[in-house]
């Protein structure tokens, strides 16, 4: 069985996040780290591939500057090979170029089974580009799935709803997208980290994939400050600050 | 020219259309357009109240036997539009199918989507959304730039929904066409979790519980609050993801759109993911023993202290009045 799972490096999301000010898109230079929300999907990936018995796990991925940290980061949890999407042209690209992209990496990969990717980012959220990436390679698709297995070629997936959850069947290949909490991904070990040195990253452009037109039909015009909700009182608790609470909902007759 | 005909995907739960989706039709009449619903199912159920909240036209797929709207109801759109009637907008609720249908229509049409917006406007031929990004600290102002149909999806609670348009939309069928190798998937089996009380992105107070509970057994101290207050539990992603609420409870970004009158959040710091879905709330109470949590830069009242000593406080003298 082989899944491919895509993957996004992106800023650490525990630094304050920053536009670059002639584009106004996020900034993503310098070290980039493997968004977390995709660490279930590889983590899924390893699963049903440890489970099918053979196969492995690919990456695919899109940065800006031949970033690899979080690539290495999958690489070491136990994927074994990776296509890298790095190209200037592609800065900024929308969420449409994106998928388009992605789906011509994977075809570098060989066929897949099954192609996994989180359901958004951590750092853009469009949220749109696993169903646009089926869409492309003319494949079915769920999204956001919970649970994820695979029996007789036939992909089992409870998907997520607004009231609770579908049990859905689906013909493969096809694509599906994870959520948080699908799985606990694991820590790369030791060994692993060291192993994910000398995997294969092929590094490629949008022209070596044959994706042409590399454009979007969008345009951020401006970036303004929201306006500022004012901090109100804040108290240290002394034992007795449950009665401020008690009065402000009395306040506003919630009680 | 102009933007004069406009589309919504109507999304619809026990033959009634969902709160989104009015919104979004209210919206799209106040720019003085043409409007269309767009909707799965036969569509006679949600007629009147679609029409009443501005869709004058409500096309329907008919049933889908199961298959996902997000390939089905896409390929029907694109039938239409292949027909001649061709939107300038198309509006989608911020919601896992309405995610989906914009996704494959933005392929099948090869246009741009915009997405998590909060606010739309028109000038002249001009489509210009608004985007809260930062956990809405910034607004980002975008246009498009392409051919039309623009694709737009809008977070719940962005507009007032409001009645009044007049008679039932004119239901007319838009069937899905043969969806090849891209209709594999098929639900089998649907679970609704039943909850109690008034519903999380409903209710008047929400109770939210974060990573300061300390464990999932307390958990029961927000719900114990929630219920004593007539509102709804709620939680941070953190602990949706480790397991110790179901899904259906996360506030935020990946989760529901809550804008109580009053929000009560236990033990909760305010990642962005997080406030991006509550700080609509009109009053926000904020309990946290980090003095540094963000979440004390919008809470109106805050209490630097231990969730496990006052929300026991709290809930037994609310018990006691």
């Known amino acids: 069985m082989h899944v491919i799972v895509c993957v996004k490096q992106i800023p650490d999301p525990a630094l304050p996040g920053e536009l670059d000010p002639t584009t106004n898109t996020l900034k993503r230079e310098g070290k980039l780290i493997l968004d977390e929300s ?3 999907g590889v983590e899924m990936a390893l699963q049903l591939v440890a489970a099918a018995g053979d196969g ?16 290495r980061t999958a690489l070491a949890m136990g994927a074994a090979k990776a296509v890298l999407v790095s190209d200037p042209t592609l800065a900024g690209a929308d969420a449409l170029t994106t998928a388009k992209v992605l789906a011509a990496a994977t075809k570098k990969l060989g066929d897949a089974d099954l192609i996994i990717a989180g359901t958004e980012s951590s750092d ?6 696993p169903e646009q990436m089926a869409e492309v390679l003319g494949l079915p698709s769920v999204t956001f799935a ?16 607004e009231e609770g959850y579908d049990e859905v069947t689906c013909s493969l290949p096809a694509v599906v997208s994870v959520t948080a909490g699908v799985v606990e991904p694991r820590y790369p070990s030791f060994k692993g980290i060291m192993s994910a040195k000398s995997k294969p990253v092929e590094n490629v452009t949008a022209a070596d994939l044959g994706v042409e037109s590399v454009s979007w039909a969008q345009q951020i015009v401006s970036v303004e400050d929201a306006p500022a909700r004012e901090a109100g009182e804040i108290i240290e608790d002394d034992g007795e600050s449950f009665n401020k609470i008690v009065e402000f909902l009395d306040e506003l007759k919630v009680i | 020219m102009g933007i004069d005909n406009i589309w919504v995907f109507a999304q619809a739960a026990d033959g009634a259309p969902t709160t989104g989706t009015l919104e979004l039709l209210t919206k799209a009449r106040s720019l003085g357009s043409n409007v269309s619903a767009f909707i799965a199912g036969d569509g006679t159920a949600e007629a009147s109240a679609l029409g009443d909240h501005g869709a004058a036209k409500v096309y329907a797929t008919g049933d889908l036997g199961g298959v996902l709207p997000g390939v089905a109801v896409s390929s029907a759109m694109k039938t239409v539009i292949d027909g001649g009637d061709t939107p300038d907008l198309i509006m989608f609720p911020q919601s896992y199918e309405g995610r989906d249908v914009m996704s494959r229509l933005s392929v099948k049409l090869d246009r741009t989507v915009l997405t998590n917006s909060t606010e739309v406007s028109v000038d ?6 608004q985007t809260p990004i930062f956990g809405g600290a910034k607004l980002v102002n975008s246009t498009f730039t392409g051919e039309v149909p623009h694709l737009a999806a809008f977070r719940p609670k962005s507009f007032a929904a409001e009645a009044g348009a007049g008679a039932a939309g004119e239901v007319v069928s838009a069937p899905v066409p043969d969806l090849g190798s891209t209709g594999g998937a098929t639900v089998t089996a649907v679970h609704v979790e039943e ?11 929400v109770v939210a519980g974060g990573r300061g509970i300390g464990e999932a057994e307390k958990f029961e101290m927000v719900e114990n609050l929630a219920k004593l207050l ?8 953190a602990i949706v993801d480790a397991g110790w609420v179901p899904y259906s409870y996360q506030v935020g970004q990946t989760g529901k759109v809550v804008k109580p009158t009053v929000y009560i959040a236990a033990g909760i710091s305010g990642a962005t993911q997080h406030m991006v879905g509550m700080k609509g709330a009109k009053n926000i109470i904020a309990i946290n023993k980090d003095q540094e949590a963000p979440i004390f830069g919008i809470a109106d009242l805050g209490i630097v202290g231990d969730v496990h000593k006052v929300l026991p406080q709290l809930i037994a003298a609310l018990e006691s009045r």
């Open chain 1, 146 to 161: 919970k649970t994820v297995e695979v029996a007789d070629g036939t992909l089992k997936v409870d998907r997520q709803t």
């Open chain 1, 124 to 129: 853009g959220y469009t949220g749109t580009v």
């Open chain 1, 56 to 71: 492995e796990v690919s990456l695919v991925s899109m940065a800006p500057n031949d970033e690899v940290s979080g690539l």
């Open chain 2, 124 to 129: 002249g031929d001009s489509v210009t959304v």
């Open chain 1, 38 to 40: 995709d660490s279930y």
């Open chain 2, 195 to 205: 909850t109690s009380g008034p519903k999380l992105d409903e209710a008047a107070v």
């Open chain 2, 230 to 237: 007539k509102g709804a539990p709620g939680a941070s992603r």
